[in-house]
Structures are given as structure tokens and as C-alpha cells.
């Protein structure tokens, strides 16, 4: 009896394992007859890059400014008063330089203001009679004091060396009086002219400008720099006056040297 239960064991065996192995191969066949294939790998994504913004254009490259203090030498001359008149000024701006270290040549423009003030010894006369209606008056003789405060604007070429450290410029300067006014002080009366509101004054005043600056010393990234600056008047700032010297009507003019320190930022 043992053997025969020995025998059914191995039996029983046998037919589960032909059992597993056919249940195996099945599918194989199967994907073989349908031609289903198993899908080859894929390669990666590749990563979409944003398009490129365009570049906005600039006006300038680059730019520097220069706070700057003035002080100036100014000459008044003409036919509208007996004597010429000298006299010291000062002033002061701000300048925009777009020319590039080591470029040849560039522009650069400031905004200023600058007083122009002069003084002349029996540089006038005060005419009673007319000015106040006093009759058989003498006139009198009279000290001349001039005073001009101007908002300029200055365009420049600038011309440079490759190390910067000195230039050249030449341009124009474009001004608008915001005071035009000759005192003249006699013996015991002062008398206020306002050419600001008179026909004969020029509110606005055109000049040619030359100039040469130079770097003093740097301090810290910055750059000290001392100008010397020059400029002869297209317009007079008096025209016509009938009243002139010797009666003969003339016109009163301002030529203006001025010395600039500034700090280059």
C-alpha cells in the first residue's frame, strides 16, 4: 500500500508542474499571433527654451555727472553807459558727460546757473529832469552797479584723450534772464533800472563756449575735476537804448571767464 501512495504524490506533481508551464507559455503565443510588441523607451524630452526679448534700445551707453561750483569774471562794455564795468560772479551746475573712457570724441551738456554781476566807478548818469520831472537839475554822475542772473543750458563737444585725465570742449550756451538790473547810486538818490521789463532789454542771451578741463585728484571712485571755461555773447543783453552814452543811443554786452570745480560721479 505505501508504494502506491508514493506513486500518486509523484503523479500529482508532475501534472501540476506541466500545468504551471502551460499556463506560462500561453500568453508568450498569444502576443506572438497578435504582433503586440513591447514599446522601446523613449528618448527624453528635450526642455523649451522662452524666446528671446529683443533689447530696448538706450539713449546713451553711458553717462556721467558732475555737480560743479562756478565762479566767474565777467566784462561789460557797450554804448549804453559811460564806463565799461568789471565785476566777480558765482554760479554753479550740473553736467552729463555720455562720452566713453578712451572715445576720441563725445558730448556733454550742463544745466547752470550763473550771476553775472559787474561794477563801474561813474559808470552812470541819473537824470533827474526826466526820470522825476525835476526842472533845471543837473544830472548827476552816478556809480553803476549791473546785475544778470542767468538758467543756462550748455551743449558741448567734447574731445578727449584714451586716458581721460584732460579734454577740450567747445559749444554754445543758451540763457534766460531771471533778473536784469542796474542800480546807479548818486549823491543822495538811487536809482533802479529793471531791464528785465524793458524794451530794450534781451531776456534771453546766446554765446559761443570754449573750454578745457583737467582731473585734479580722485576720491575714492570719484574724480575731482577743474574747468576753465570762456564765452563771447552773439546778443547783447541791451539793445537800442536811447538814452545812451553822449546821448546817442547804444548797446551793453557781457563777456564771461568762468572756473569750474566739480566732482565727477
Known amino acids: 500500500m505505501k508504494p502506491r501512495r508514493n506513486r500518486g504524490w509523484i503523479i500529482y506533481g508532475l501534472a501540476l508542474a506541466g500545468s504551471l508551464l502551460f ?3 500561453i500568453p508568450f503565443r498569444l502576443l506572438a499571433q497578435t504582433g503586440v510588441s513591447t514599446p522601446a523607451p523613449q528618448p527624453p524630452p528635450t526642455p523649451v527654451t522662452a524666446p528671446k526679448q ?9 553717462m556721467t ?4 561750483i562756478t565762479g566767474s569774471l565777467n566784462l561789460f562794455s557797450g ?3 559811460p564806463e565799461p564795468a568789471t565785476g566777480a560772479g558765482i ?3 550740473l553736467s552729463f558727460d555720455v562720452t566713453k573712457k578712451g572715445q576720441k570724441a563725445g558730448l556733454m551738456f550742463d544745466f547752470a546757473f550763473q550771476d553775472m554781476a559787474g561794477f563801474a566807478a561813474n559808470g552812470s548818469f541819473i537824470q533827474l529832469q526826466r ?3 525835476i526842472k533845471d537839475a543837473v544830472t548827476q554822475v552816478a556809480d553803476a552797479y549791473h546785475y544778470w542772473y542767468y538758467l543756462l543750458f550748455e551743449p558741448y563737444l567734447k574731445l578727449q584723450g584714451g586716458a581721460r585725465n584732460g579734454y577740450f570742449i567747445i559749444g554754445a550756451s543758451f540763457g534766460m534772464a531771471v533778473l536784469g538790473e542796474t542800480v546807479n547810486k548818486g549823491q543822495g538818490i538811487t536809482q533802479f533800472i529793471d531791464w528785465s521789463n524793458s524794451p530794450y532789454g534781451n531776456r534771453f542771451r546766446l554765446d559761443l563756449r570754449a573750454g578745457i578741463g583737467v582731473e585734479l585728484a580722485k576720491i ?3 574724480e575731482m575735476i577743474l574747468e576753465a571755461r570762456a564765452g563771447y555773447p552773439l546778443t547783447n543783453v541791451i539793445s537800442n537804448y536811447p538814452t545812451g552814452n553822449l546821448g546817442v543811443p ?3 554786452r557781457i563777456i564771461t571767464m568762468q572756473a569750474n570745480l566739480g566732482l565727477r560721479i
Open 23 to 25: 499556463l506560462s507559455v
Open 54 to 62: 529683443p533689447e530696448v534700445p538706450v539713449l546713451f551707453d553711458q
Open 65 to 68: 555727472i558732475m555737480p560743479y
Open 79 to 81: 554804448m549804453t553807459f
Open 91 to 93: 554760479g554753479g551746475g
Open 131 to 133: 526820470l522825476y520831472g
Open 220 to 222: 575714492g571712485k570719484h
Open 250 to 252: 547804444g548797446s551793453w
